[in-house]
């Protein structure tokens, strides 16, 4: 196995890492998921999920579930299912997505106690929206979109405070979280996958180089 | 590199334990200068903080994030 976390890695409100891997070396017919759980040091497989996606659109997780949602198998999928935490058994939700594009993973983050999604819903909309996620109904609704297209350098959305700064590397945006408002901030070039937020800094790689940029300075 | 992955066990539960998934300094990782990096991905969560890159999982410790270049 190349990469651990070819397809995706996210946080999870139990404290974990969810990890989905996809590595077509081994031939692998479907992504391989894992739970890590950083407090014993353990990763552990998860069962495969139903519809056999190697590219979701959706991936998040709650308090009781992680959720699998659309995506790429052998053709696009609509179905959405979610993995029961305390019960390990995958369940498949009554409402299916929209044809959406594959290729576009949306990418979700927590802020203030729920549960918010950034990226391009739909390849039929270049523009990039952030939706919030209803833990009732569990679908996501549109909070606002933005007249910004392509998708994020990074793996997740990089908050800190009340600040959503949205990096794509050469034109990059700060939108409060409180209004919604955006502000267009400085260039970073090219930049890749990898960021690390602690407390008003942050790292990011630039061709082989690690990079620090001070989130007092972007604007 | 034994990464401890056991292909033998791909439908099983545990693949990889903490002894297979050796912990490593962020200033390790930034002197490889290694363009893999880039497909690496960076997990945070209150406190804590993971970098995931090839078969590691690294453990960015607080002390090591205040790292200025």
Known sequence: MSNLASTFAISSPNGKVNIGSHDRDYDWQYIKLYEFDGGINQLTELPRVPHGVVTPKYVYATDQYLYIEGGLADVEVTDRYRYNLQTGIWEKLARTLPLTGYNNAMKPFPYKGGLYSFGQVNLDDPYNSLQVFNPISEVWDLVKKFEKNGSLATNEPLLIGNDLYLLYGWENLKVDMRTYEEQKITNLGQIAGFYLCYKRAAFYFQFGDTLRFDTDLLI | ?69
Do not use: C
């Open chain 2, 1 to 69: 590199m034994n990464n401890g992955y056991d292909r033998s066990r791909h439908h099983g539960t545990v693949v990889m334990t903490t002894s297979t998934l050796p912990y490593m300094d962020l200033f390790s990782v930034f002197k490889t200068k290694d363009y893999s990096l880039n497909f690496g991905r960076a997990v945070s969560m209150e406190g804590e903080a993971y970098f995931i890159w090839r078969n590691q999982i690294i453990n960015l410790m607080p002390q090591t994030r205040s790292l200025n270049r």
